[in-house]
């Protein structure tokens, strides 16, 4: 089994937000500047599938030297491009098998999907619901102030899916806790491993969630991997249909 842990999650995001960093470092040194201990980073290693921190560090280099991306772009537009292209890798690399396929089957069974949002999610959970209505599943999407009162109207087989950047925004995170204590299940889509949302909800899922570049504001900043993560739903909810199972 290969699930994560809080402190795994933050070892992998240490290693990958200071990769130039660390791979000149030993593994002592980097447990001491992360202030975990060196047999947690090599346990986090293997669970994403490295024999240890020697296949890591010379994997990390091939990739560190492989950006040029797009042909004839200057090498500060590439870089743009390989960043961006690193963002949703770290999604992906967060990703785990066994969540994705409990995420599938709560969504096959249940009566009704609702996925709750605001902000600039909700353009992205809107997308969503209308996709999961095309593969036949009853979905809606809620950002309304009183999505409170609507969800208390449906079954308790009903699956709730809060999608938030920060995981710790008040209505969302209200309103997963009220559907809990209702008897619903709860997925949190979430770039916070640490927020109130994950904290409370049955499942989640986290995107990688980079720090603002001063240009451009750091919400609008996050929304690809979110994006990302439910286009792969989307996509692997459709391979569940016919095949019956992901993994």
């Known amino acids: 089994m290969n699930h994560l842990t809080s402190v795994e999650i933050y070892i992998w995001n240490y290693l990958e937000e200071n990769k130039t960093k660390v791979i000149q470092m030993t593994v002592a040194q980097i447990a001491e500047s992360a202030h975990v201990s060196p047999s947690s980073i090599i346990r986090t290693l293997k669970k994403k599938n490295f024999s240890g921190f020697s296949e890591y560090k010379n994997t990390a280099k091939i990739k560190m030297n492989t950006n040029k991306w797009i042909h004839g772009l200057s090498e500060s537009a590439n870089q743009v491009v390989s960043e961006t292209i690193e963002e949703l890798l770290r999604t992906v690399r967060l990703l785990e098998s066994e969540n994705l396929a409990k995420v599938l089957e709560n969504i096959y069974q249940a009566d009704s999907v609702v996925v709750i949002s605001r902000g600039l999610s909700v353009r992205i959970a809107d997308?969503?619901?209308?996709?999961?209505?095309?593969?036949?599943?009853?979905?809606?999407?809620?950002?309304?102030?009183?999505?409170?009162?609507?969800?208390?109207?449906?079954?308790?087989?009903?699956?709730?899916?809060?999608?938030?950047?920060s995981g710790e925004t008040e209505l969302i995170v209200a309103t997963a806790l009220k559907a809990k204590r209702e008897g619903k299940k709860v997925l949190a889509i979430t770039g916070n491993y640490e927020s109130r949302l994950a904290q409370q909800s049955d499942l989640s899922l986290f995107a990688y969630q980079k720090k603002a570049s001063g240009k451009i504001p750091v919400d609008y900043n996050n929304m690809l991997p979110l994006e990302l993560i439910i286009h792969l739903l989307i996509q692997l909810y459709t391979e569940y249909k016919e095949q019956g199972r992901i993994v």
Do not use: I
């Open 127 to 165: 997308s969503f619901a209308r996709d999961l209505q095309f593969l036949d599943v009853k979905a809606v999407s809620l950002y309304q102030d009183n999505m409170q009162n609507y969800l208390s109207k449906l079954p308790e087989n009903t699956f709730l899916v809060g999608l938030s950047l």
